[in-house]
């Protein structure tokens, strides 16, 4: 007990400092992936979640530079079940303090948010997303070019039919554990779950070689 009291005494000022340098690494900006968003919404008619994507991913090039952010690759897609929910995702980027991807389900699914060291940031693109907090009686409903912010530590019930632009930023590594459980609890889907460890890894390790933390 008294080195489990002094190791919390070390690690925990560590941990804090370091937390509160986060900040400084991230690159991209909430407020401006709503507008492009919008922007490509508007440009490639909504509903259009192809067309849109396309778009989008073009401009977030534009904004953000090729180094950062991945073109849209039909082979880079895969499934994520987390949370008890399903769909399929892309990554844009990947990086220690932050990821960027495409997520959705053009059939609809329904989970748990999962409680994260990260600030998420669900921006639509297409379809609808409803969420839901203890307490709430009537959900809340996000539609194209609406975003919604779940906090860091935060928690909620949703369901997702359509596809969303989603922006995570906090310790990144600490949100995969919650992002494979599903694999050994209910999938037992180890191709895709190899799938989603090397894509992650290699670009989490190439953002590194152009020292994006």
Same mark, same amino acid.
């Given at each position: 007990?008294?080195?489990?009291?002094?190791?919390?005494? &070390?690690?925990?000022?560590?941990?804090?400092?370091?937390?509160?340098? /986060?900040?400084?690494?991230?690159?991209?900006?909430?407020?401006?992936?709503?507008?492009?968003?919008?922007?490509? &919404?508007?440009?490639?008619?909504?509903?259009? #979640?192809?067309?849109?994507?396309?778009? !989008?991913?073009?401009?977030?090039?534009?904004?953000?530079?090729?180094?950062?952010? +991945?073109? /849209?690759?039909?082979?880079?897609?895969?499934?994520?079940?987390?949370? %008890?929910?399903?769909?399929?995702? &892309?990554?844009?980027? #990947?990086? &220690?303090?932050?990821?960027?991807?495409?997520?959705?389900?053009?059939?609809? @699914?329904?989970?748990?948010?999962?409680?994260?060291?990260?600030? =998420?940031?669900? @921006?639509? !693109?297409?379809?609808?997303?409803?969420?839901?907090?203890?307490?709430?009686?009537?959900?809340?409903?996000?539609?194209?070019?609406?975003? +919604?912010?779940?906090?860091?530590?935060? #928690?909620?019930?949703?369901?997702? *039919? %359509?596809?969303? /632009?989603?922006?995570?930023?906090?310790?990144?590594?600490?949100?995969?554990?919650?992002?494979?459980? =599903? @694999?050994?609890?209910?999938?037992?889907?180890? #191709? *895709?779950?190899?799938?989603?460890?090397?894509?992650?890894?290699? +670009?989490?390790? *190439?953002?590194?070689?152009?020292?994006?933390?």
């Amino acid at each position: 007990m008294r080195t489990l009291f002094l190791l919390g005494l &070390i690690f925990v000022p560590i941990f804090l400092v370091l937390d509160s340098l /986060l900040p400084k690494f991230y690159i991209f900006d909430p407020v401006k992936l709503q507008e492009l968003s919008k922007a490509s &919404i508007a440009a490639a008619g909504q509903g259009n #979640a192809t067309t849109i994507m396309h778009h !989008l991913v073009d401009a977030l090039q534009k904004e953000y530079g090729i180094k950062h952010v +991945n073109a /849209l690759e039909t082979d880079k897609w895969f499934f994520n079940n987390a949370g %008890g929910a399903m769909g399929s995702m &892309i990554i844009l980027h #990947a990086s &220690i303090t932050e990821y960027l991807i495409l997520f959705g389900t053009p059939l609809g @699914t329904e989970g748990h948010s999962g409680v994260h060291l990260a600030h =998420d940031y669900f @921006t639509i !693109l297409s379809g609808e997303q409803r969420c839901f907090e203890p307490g709430q009686i009537e959900p809340t409903i996000y539609r194209p070019g609406d975003q +919604n912010h779940l906090a860091r530590y935060g #928690a909620t019930q949703y369901t997702l *039919n %359509g596809w969303a /632009l989603e922006l995570a930023q906090g310790w990144i590594p600490s949100m995969l554990p919650f992002g494979f459980a =599903d @694999t050994f609890t209910s999938t037992l889907d180890f #191709a *895709n779950l190899w799938k989603t460890v090397y894509l992650t890894g290699v +670009n989490i390790v *190439n953002q590194l070689m152009v020292g994006k933390f």
